[in-house]
């Protein structure tokens, strides 16, 4: 049988290791997809470290995976073919049958629903299998590098801003110019809204502008609720950020009917609720999408020019380019370039 390297956890926080494996072969309903980019996600931990119960292991990490089609498997509707270029994200295949599954929320649902890299291998491998209900095609003119965190920082931040509400003009506030934020300052300026990103320190604020933003917000020196108020309140604060006391300094920000879209994970957050009552203000918490939702993303970022922000890894490099991307260092993606 053929042999292809992957990288796997084989026990909760045990290292990661490249482990040589047999090409696995599409079964009923799936394809086997040759894997050219993979990103390495800070979500990645919940394999790494046995975040979530019942994980098998080993098990190979990976949701932002592009590459190839190259094997079919039996019942795979026609519109799936070889040599079709598709990416695969946490929506790792539903069975179709319950509202949980057609909404993508995978962990409510704990009988039918994948999630790639958890429950079932993912994309840190030469070789990987998706059913086609995972897949998303991917446009010509966009990059594989370029398109694999767009799997799920890209998802997240689109689908999010695209269900927030928010219409071209109206005020959009980004708290956070990490990972996700700088994809949300692009989604928002393409999207046609004023964007005003909110970050710490104002050498901040070059990137900001050459991201879309109209105006920066520098939350060290400057209060982001006033600020906010200044141009009017912002509709939507989308929270990027896993601090709870940055969300909060612009959650008086807010316009009558804004809105805060977190996306950023807190465990917990104070909030005023008789402002929010007397406002008609609401806060929401908002988590990716499936595998539609994903493939909208990796279209209007073609269309538009949205592009991650990469620093790309070989894959025998997997365990330094993890650990970078752990250090809070990257700027702003870590990728692996399986087909380099």
Not at 122 to 132: C, K, N, R, V
Not at 266 to 280: A, D, F, G, H, K
Not at 307 to 325: G, I, T
Request: proline share 6%.
């Amino acid at each position: 049988m053929p042999k292809m390297r992957a990288v796997q956890v084989s026990r909760p926080g045990s290292p990661l290791e490249i482990v040589e494996r047999e090409v696995p072969q599409p079964g009923p309903g799936f394809v086997r997809i040759k894997v050219q980019a993979c990103g390495i996600c800070h979500s990645d931990t919940v394999t790494k470290d046995g975040l979530f119960p019942g994980i098998q292991y080993p098990r190979v990490p990976g949701h932002e995976a592009i590459g190839v089609i190259d094997a079919v498997g039996p019942n795979v509707p026609p519109r799936w073919k070889t040599g079709q270029r598709v990416g695969v994200g946490w929506n790792g295949g539903y069975c179709g049958y319950c509202d949980n599954c057609r909404r993508g929320d995978f962990f409510a649902c704990q009988t039918s629903s994948e999630v790639t890299g958890i429950t079932r291998d993912g994309g840190y491998a030469e070789y990987m299998l998706a059913p086609a209900t995972a897949l998303a095609l991917v446009p010509e003119d966009l990059d594989s590098v370029d398109a694999a965190p767009l799997m799920c920082a890209g998802v997240t931040t689109y689908n999010c801003l695209r269900n927030s509400g928010a219409r071209p003009g109206d005020v959009v506030a980004v708290v956070g110019i990490g990972g996700l934020g700088h994809l949300a300052v692009q989604y928002a300026a393409k999207m046609g809204c004023k964007v005003v990103a909110i970050a710490r320190g104002k050498d901040e604020e070059p990137l900001a502008r050459r991201l879309g933003a109209h105006y920066h917000i520098d939350n060290k020196t400057q209060d982001p609720a006033a600020e906010l108020q200044k141009l009017g309140g912002a509709k939507v604060v989308l929270a990027t950020v896993t601090a709870a006391e940055a969300m909060k300094q612009a959650l008086g920000g807010l316009s009558t009917h804004g809105r805060l879209m977190m996306i950023g994970a807190v465990t917990s957050l104070e909030i005023n609720p008789l402002q929010m009552l007397l406002q008609n203000q609401s806060a929401t918490g908002w988590y990716s999408g499936m595998s539609i939702d994903s493939e909208d993303t990796l279209r209007f970022s073609a269309l538009s020019g949205v592009r991650s922000m990469n620093e790309p890894f070989p894959l025998d490099r997997v365990s330094e380019a993890y650990d970078h991307m752990m250090s809070g260092k990257a700027r702003f993606r870590v990728v692996l370039n399986i087909g380099a």
